[in-house]
Nanobody
């Protein structure tokens, strides 16, 4: 059974960078589309980025604006989210999620994903 564990959340100054990791156990992530979602207290989860199982195509949420990159490390069965030029508005709990999919694209809709991690917290403050 696939299990996901997020890591890499931290306190960072505005303009700084973080790399989040989503490590999988139990099953290879190669056949899963993987997404990162951000949640701020009192608001719904918002999609940040996803990487498709097929062809590793990617999609990004509107708030990312070219600052984030998502990639797979197949040897480590891990998906990374590189976040650059962070602002206080990027803060929140970041969750990774996985879905089996044969689609050529991935979507940032929560309902598409059936396996979720417990989240890692990102704080952006000076």
């Amino acid at each position: 059974q696939l299990q996901l564990v997020e890591s890499g959340g931290d306190l960072v100054q505005p303009g700084g960078s973080l790399r989040l990791s989503c490590s999988a156990s139990g099953v290879s992530l190669d056949t899963y589309s993987v997404a990162w979602f951000r949640q701020v207290p009192g608001k719904e989860r918002e999609g940040a980025a996803c990487i498709c199982a097929v062809a590793s195509s990617t999609s990004f949420g509107r708030f990312v604006k070219g600052r984030f990159f998502i990639s797979r490390d197949k040897a480590k069965n891990t998906v990374h989210l590189q976040m650059n030029n962070l602002t206080p508005e990027d803060a929140g709990t970041y969750y990774c999620a996985a879905a089996t999919s044969s689609s050529l694209i991935c979507r940032l809709f929560e309902a598409d994903y059936s396996v979720w991690g417990h989240g890692t917290q990102v704080r952006v403050s000076s």
